[in-house]
Protein backbone atom coordinates (compact mmCIF):
# COMPACT_ATOMS: atom_id res chain seq x y z
CA UNK A 1 0.00 0.00 0.00
CA UNK A 2 1.59 3.42 -1.13
CA UNK A 3 1.28 5.59 1.18
CA UNK A 4 2.53 9.32 1.22
CA UNK A 5 3.39 11.67 4.78
CA UNK A 6 4.30 15.11 4.63
CA UNK A 7 6.16 17.14 7.37
CA UNK A 8 7.82 20.56 7.60
CA UNK A 9 5.18 22.95 7.63
CA UNK A 10 4.06 25.74 9.82
CA UNK A 11 4.05 29.75 10.66
CA UNK A 12 7.23 31.90 9.25
CA UNK A 13 7.18 34.94 8.57
CA UNK A 14 7.22 36.76 5.17
CA UNK A 15 10.81 36.73 3.32
CA UNK A 16 11.23 33.16 5.58
CA UNK A 17 11.69 29.40 4.46
CA UNK A 18 10.54 26.50 5.26
CA UNK A 19 11.31 22.49 3.83
CA UNK A 20 8.82 20.85 3.22
CA UNK A 21 9.17 16.41 2.96
CA UNK A 22 6.99 13.76 1.74
CA UNK A 23 8.24 10.59 2.83
CA UNK A 24 6.74 7.54 0.65
CA UNK A 25 6.29 4.04 1.70
CA UNK A 26 4.70 0.64 -0.28
CA UNK A 27 6.93 1.52 -3.13
CA UNK A 28 10.75 2.81 -3.92
CA UNK A 29 11.13 6.36 -5.62
CA UNK A 30 13.00 5.48 -8.44
CA UNK A 31 11.21 6.30 -11.93
CA UNK A 32 8.19 7.97 -10.70
CA UNK A 33 6.37 10.81 -10.69
CA UNK A 34 6.65 13.35 -7.82
CA UNK A 35 4.53 16.63 -6.91
CA UNK A 36 3.67 19.16 -4.77
CA UNK A 37 0.64 20.58 -4.87
CA UNK A 38 -0.83 23.62 -2.70
CA UNK A 39 -4.57 24.20 -1.91
CA UNK A 40 -6.05 27.87 -1.14
CA UNK A 41 -9.36 27.98 1.14
CA UNK A 42 -12.28 27.10 -1.53
CA UNK A 43 -10.14 26.69 -4.11
CA UNK A 44 -8.81 23.83 -6.38
CA UNK A 45 -5.53 22.00 -5.81
CA UNK A 46 -2.75 23.75 -7.88
CA UNK A 47 0.70 22.35 -8.54
CA UNK A 48 3.38 23.97 -7.44
CA UNK A 49 6.31 21.85 -8.71
CA UNK A 50 6.87 17.89 -10.14
CA UNK A 51 10.04 15.89 -10.36
CA UNK A 52 10.46 12.63 -12.44
CA UNK A 53 12.73 10.70 -10.28
CA UNK A 54 14.70 8.77 -12.93
CA UNK A 55 16.25 11.52 -14.32
CA UNK A 56 16.03 14.21 -11.77
CA UNK A 57 14.10 17.18 -14.12
CA UNK A 58 11.52 18.88 -12.73
CA UNK A 59 9.42 21.94 -13.53
CA UNK A 60 7.21 24.65 -11.81
CA UNK A 61 4.68 27.08 -11.22
CA UNK A 62 5.47 30.46 -12.69
CA UNK A 63 4.21 31.76 -8.90
CA UNK A 64 7.19 29.63 -7.38
CA UNK A 65 9.92 29.90 -9.91
CA UNK A 66 12.84 30.93 -8.59
CA UNK A 67 12.03 30.58 -4.68
CA UNK A 68 10.95 27.13 -4.69
CA UNK A 69 12.96 23.64 -5.13
CA UNK A 70 12.14 20.50 -5.62
CA UNK A 71 14.37 17.47 -4.65
CA UNK A 72 14.64 14.19 -3.85
CA UNK A 73 16.44 11.70 -1.93
CA UNK A 74 16.42 7.75 -2.79
CA UNK A 75 17.72 6.69 -0.23
CA UNK A 76 15.61 8.10 2.32
CA UNK A 77 12.32 7.45 -0.08
CA UNK A 78 11.74 11.25 0.28
CA UNK A 79 10.46 14.09 -1.73
CA UNK A 80 11.27 17.88 -0.32
CA UNK A 81 10.40 21.18 -1.13
CA UNK A 82 12.67 23.75 0.08
CA UNK A 83 10.44 27.03 0.09
CA UNK A 84 12.50 30.36 0.01
CA UNK A 85 11.51 34.31 0.35
CA UNK A 86 8.01 32.86 1.19
CA UNK A 87 5.20 35.55 0.81
CA UNK A 88 1.68 35.59 2.55
CA UNK A 89 0.21 34.73 -0.63
CA UNK A 90 2.07 31.81 -0.21
CA UNK A 91 -0.42 30.39 2.42
CA UNK A 92 -2.33 27.29 1.72
CA UNK A 93 -2.10 23.44 2.80
CA UNK A 94 0.61 21.76 0.95
CA UNK A 95 0.02 18.33 -0.14
CA UNK A 96 2.67 15.74 -2.05
CA UNK A 97 1.40 13.39 -4.71
CA UNK A 98 3.01 10.73 -6.85
CA UNK A 99 2.41 8.82 -9.99
CA UNK A 100 0.43 10.24 -12.97
CA UNK A 101 0.65 9.63 -16.71
CA UNK A 102 3.02 11.35 -18.90
CA UNK A 103 4.71 13.07 -15.38
CA UNK A 104 6.33 16.46 -17.45
CA UNK A 105 3.39 16.69 -19.94
CA UNK A 106 2.29 20.38 -20.11
CA UNK A 107 -0.82 19.42 -17.70
CA UNK A 108 1.44 18.07 -14.91
CA UNK A 109 0.08 20.92 -12.68
CA UNK A 110 -3.42 19.55 -12.32
CA UNK A 111 -4.48 17.42 -9.46
CA UNK A 112 -4.30 14.03 -11.57
CA UNK A 113 -1.99 11.89 -9.61
CA UNK A 114 -3.12 8.47 -8.26
CA UNK A 115 -1.76 8.89 -4.47
CA UNK A 116 -1.45 11.89 -1.97
CA UNK A 117 -0.46 12.71 1.19
CA UNK A 118 -2.88 14.00 4.27
CA UNK A 119 -1.50 17.75 3.26
CA UNK A 120 1.02 20.05 5.95
CA UNK A 121 -0.07 23.66 6.59
CA UNK A 122 2.21 26.86 6.07
CA UNK A 123 1.22 30.19 6.72
CA UNK A 124 3.29 33.23 6.10
CA UNK A 125 2.28 36.38 7.82
CA UNK A 126 3.52 39.67 6.89
Known amino acids: QVQLVESGGGSVQAGGSLRLSCEVS????????MAWFRQFPGKEREGVAVIETRAGTSNYADSVKGRFTISQNNDKNTVYLQMNSLKPEDTAMYYC???????????????????WGQGTQVTVSS
Open 26 to 33: GYTLSRRC
Open 97 to 115: AADRVMCLGGDWYLPEYNY
